[in-house]
Every structure is written in C-alpha cells, then in structure tokens.
Antibody
Framework: EVQLVESGGGLVQPGGSLRLSCTASGFTFSSSWMSWVRQAPGKGLEWVAN????????YYVDSVKGRFTISRDNAKNSVYLQMNSLRAEDTAVYYCAKNIAVGQFDYWGQGTLVTVSS | AIRMTQSPSSLSASTGDRVTITCRAS??????LAWYQQKPGKAPNLLIY???TLQSGVPSRFSGSGSATDFTLTINCLQSEDFATYYC?????????FGQGTKVEVK
C-alpha cells in the first residue's frame, strides 16, 4: 500500500522558516517524480514544486522561487520542502504527492498545516 | 502561466443525475489534463488523466473527454459519495496549474 506521510507543519512568524518532510512507502520512491501542492484555507489547489527522481531537475511556482527549496533523499524515501522568508499568503495545508511520470498526481499524503502569523 | 477556467463554480444535483463539468485552458494542452475529486478535510483523489483515461479503481460512471483547450468531466448516475469538489489540472507546461474547482452539492 502506498503511503505518504507529511510532517513539519506548524505556526511560524512572518519572515520565518520551516522545513516540511514527506516519508514514502509502498512504491519505488527513487523511480518517481515527487511534488508539493498546497491549499490555502477555503481555497483551491496550487502546485508548489516538483523534483525529478535523482534530484537533477526541480521546478517551482513563481510565487515561491528564491524562498522555497525542494529536495529528496532516496536512501530515506523522503522528500523535503525548505520554506524561508515565509509570508501570510503561504498559509495553507501542504500536500506531498507522487507523480505518474512527469504529470498527474496518483497518490497524496494527508497534508500538514502551515500557518504564518504573528 | 496557463490559466484553467472551470465552469460552473458550483452546481446542485440529485442522486441519479448526470453531471457535466467543463475546463477551458488558455492554450492547448496536448491532452495533459487530469481531474481530481476532493472531499472536505481530505486529500484530492485522481479520477482521470490524459484527458480521458480512467484511473485504476475509479468507478466507470466517471468519464473525461475533450482536447486542445476544452475538456469535460462527466459523472453518470450521480451517487451520494460523489458530492464533492472537482478540480482540473494541466501538466503540459510549468507552472502546473489547477482550475478553481467545481463544488457539486445536494439539490
């Protein structure tokens, strides 16, 4: 059974940093693109970033470029999202998601809530 | 960025109805289009990818169609468990983008 478990969310002040983690099981992690998708309270879905199997390619939505960094550790079956210079508009549930090839998301984690507030 | 426009934003329907949701892209997607269902407090669930391919395990009452810039999700014989919010998603070019969602409510 495929499982994606996120952790690391919480309350952080504007300008602060947070590192999200996602641990995967039930599939060959090193063979899969992985993504982060977020959803602000009461709003729609927004793709944030994704990373190739070997970490050699990374893509980001414009609003987080230069502030967020996606990375992975295939030995630990984990993908990470380092979030710096956080803003109120980054407040959202952050989902880790597995990609089918470079495309649609076939499995999602349960999400972790990030709240940016003073 | 490719803009994805879903319509309607919400609709009311009854069990047994046929429901159609449309998604229009601001440029052609070469069928790189997926549909997801999301229930309150839960992660989204993949229904359709490549515009018309049914994801494994998804009931056959769900179907997708369309090409280029115009796509449709159809739910035949709506069931009680289908009341949810539906999103289209383009993965043709970065940044990947979603439609704003269509909430299917009980009439």
């Amino acid at each position: 059974e495929v499982q994606l478990v996120e952790s690391g969310g919480g309350l952080v002040q504007p300008g602060g940093s947070l590192r999200l983690s996602c641990t995967a099981s039930g599939f060959t992690f090193s063979s899969s693109w992985m993504s982060w998708v977020r959803q602000a309270p009461g709003k729609g879905l927004e793709w944030v970033a994704n990373i190739k199997q070997d970490g050699s390619e990374k893509y980001y939505v414009d609003s987080v470029k230069g502030r967020f960094t996606i990375s992975r550790d295939n030995a630990k079956n984990s993908v990470y999202l380092q979030m710096n210079s956080l803003r109120a508009e980054d407040t959202a549930v952050y989902y880790c998601a597995k990609n089918i090839a470079v495309g649609q998301f076939d499995y999602w984690g349960q999400g972790t809530l990030v709240t940016v507030s003073s | 960025a490719i803009r994805m426009t879903q319509s309607p934003s919400s609709l009311s329907a009854s069990t047994g109805d046929r429901v159609t949701i449309t998604c229009r892209a601001s440029q052609g997607l070469n069928n790189h289009l997926a549909w997801y269902q999301q229930k309150p407090g839960k992660a989204p669930n993949l229904l359709i990818y490549a515009a018309s391919t049914l994801q494994s395990g998804v009931p056959s009452r769900f179907s997708g169609s369309g090409s280029a810039t115009d796509f449709t999700l159809t739910i035949n014989c709506l069931q009680s468990e289908d009341f949810a919010t539906y999103y289209c998603h383009q993965y043709y070019s970065y940044p990947w983008t979603f439609g704003q969602g269509t909430k299917v409510e009980v009439k």
